[in-house]
């Protein structure tokens, strides 16, 4: 950061009025925004194939999604009503989702349609139905309703009006990240940290400086702002917004004079306590070719490295509030030239309900349990892990990913007993041929060795420092399982 002290000073001050004014808020809880009441975003529509189950949970809440053959989209309960078994765990049949456990199957409405276990006379029990929510795509987005069915309004769906322009075109990519959903917005709405931890990918360190930055709108209901870089004075806005509880954007109008829009539409979801659901998407209105063009799979593995670059600091930051179980206004310095969107974030957690994962009393909960279940080695390595098990948070609920992975380990099953064949071959064969067939044996050896390589990129992060940290973490456990 560049500024003299008598500016950082000041800039200080300013942040401790700011800080100390939203905690003057938050003693003036409003109670008119209901969690509960809201639309969630769970996947985009292109990855939620028919017939396939999806299962997601929603603050520790089981459910299960699926798409009919019709298209017909429905949100259950993920709990059999007969004896708790997990429906996702079934199948879809003829439109209708079949518990494995003893075959019950209902309806997309949660109805009961079938018992076979009953007697032919008997009636099915009213009570053998599962719960259902509203759920509709919106934007290429599947939305779900958690509150009461009759409130459920469509159109409080928020949406993005350059999206529905013809010539644009997305990006879209979706991740389950390891940390409660607050840091993700937090993250989200810091453009500050684009140059610092995403040095080389997004930014670059050499413009880190100070952001002018405005809030020119809030209320329950979120807040809107707009920021610059300071150093260039010229240097266009970008627009901000968040709507509440989920749903984020960012936008620039990057050429004004052809209408070349520029944007980033962030959408989450609270798994739980400590898990989030990010969904991502890209869009723009100029140079689209080389969007259409390259693969999905191959862009997921730009987007998973921009995920994995704030994911171990975001974890961190996690362990540390925790572990410090007092609340946030005690431990973050905001500024205003780069925090200020963090800290009307902050101020809007405060207003809408203190009882929110980021409230202080949560936190002590929190890390009481972390302390008393697990030793801090083992709380490292479970950080690690998560920080490097890329395969279940992205690639197996990607459909594009998912598919690419399987073919790549076809591929390389195809390279392995081709390579076996032709080594039989060269061993039985003449001196030329032999020769030949080595010739071959080393490219399919070099095909599969490829493919395996590209395999992994499907499964775990690729940090040096990570696998180092891994390789210590286990041989640590070891050497602590055998001293005890
Ligand atoms: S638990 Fe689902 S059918 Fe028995
Ligand atoms: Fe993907």
Redesign the pocket.
């Known amino acids: 950061m560049h500024l003299n002290s008598s500016v950082s000073n000041k800039v200080i001050s300013e942040t401790i009025k700011s800080v100390k004014k939203s905690a003057t808020i938050a003693s003036k809880k409003e109670q008119n925004f209901n969690r509960q009441e809201c639309w969630y975003p769970v996947c985009f529509v292109r990855d939620l194939s028919v017939n396939t189950i999806h299962s997601f949970s929603l603050d520790d809440e089981p459910f299960v999604l699926f798409k009919t053959q019709d298209g017909e989209l429905a949100c259950l309960l993920d709990r059999?009503p007969?004896?708790?078994?997990k429906l996702s765990d079934g199948r879809i049949i003829d439109g209708k989702i079949e518990?494995s456990?003893?075959?019950?199957q209902f309806a997309p409405d949660g109805q009961c349609l079938d018992i076979p276990q009953l007697s032919a006379n008997a009636k099915i029990p009213l009570n053998a139905c599962v719960q259902s929510f509203p759920v509709v795509e919106s934007q290429g987005v599947i939305w779900m309703w958690s509150g009461e069915t009759t409130s459920a309004d469509q159109k409080s769906i928020p949406t993005v009006p350059d999206l529905d322009k013809l010539n644009c075109v997305t990006a879209e990519y979706m991740a389950d990240a390891p940390y409660n959903q607050c840091y993700f917005v937090e993250n989200i709405v810091d453009f500050g940290h684009i140059d610092s931890i995403h040095n080389g990918t997004l930014g670059n360190d050499k413009n880190i400086q100070a952001l002018e930055m405005e809030v020119t709108e809030t209320s329950i209901k979120g807040f809107r702002g707009r920021f610059r870089y300071m150093r260039k004075p010229d240097a266009p806005w970008l627009e901000m917004s968040f709507i509440a509880p989920n749903f984020i954007t960012y936008s620039c109008k990057v050429n004004p004079l052809q209408d070349w829009t520029w944007g980033v539409v962030c959408y989450s979801m609270p798994l739980s306590e400590d898990r989030c659901r990010i969904l991502i998407r890209n869009y723009r209105n100029f140079m689209t070719g080389s969007m259409n063009l390259k693969p999905r799979w191959l862009d997921h593995m730009f987007q998973n490295k921009i995920f994995e670059e704030d994911l171990q600091v975001i974890m961190g930051q996690q362990t540390q509030m925790k572990l410090l179980r007092e609340n946030w206004r005690k431990h973050y310095l905001p500024l205003k030239t780069s925090d200020l969107f963090i800290l009307e974030y902050r101020k809007w957690l405060d207003r809408v309900d203190l009882s929110l994962p980021t409230d202080g009393n949560n936190l002590v909960s929190q890390s009481t349990n972390i302390q008393s279940s697990s030793t801090d080695i083992d709380h490292k390595f479970e950080l690690k892990v998560n920080c490097s098990d890329r395969l279940s948070r992205h690639t197996l609920m990607c459909s594009s990913c998912k598919c690419a992975y399987q073919r790549i380990k076809i591929f390389q099953q195809i390279c392995l007993v081709l390579a076996t064949l032709i080594l039989v071959y060269a061993v039985t064969a003449e001196a030329l041929e032999s020769q030949i067939a080595i010739l071959y044996f080393i490219f399919a050896v070099t095909l599969g060795a490829f493919a395996h390589k590209l395999k992994t990129k499907f499964e775990v992060s690729h940090t040096p420092s990570q696998k180092n940290w891994l390789h210590w973490s286990f041989s640590q456990r070891i050497r602590n399982n055998s001293q005890t």
């Open positions: 059999c007969h004896r708790a078994a518990c456990y003893h075959r019950w």
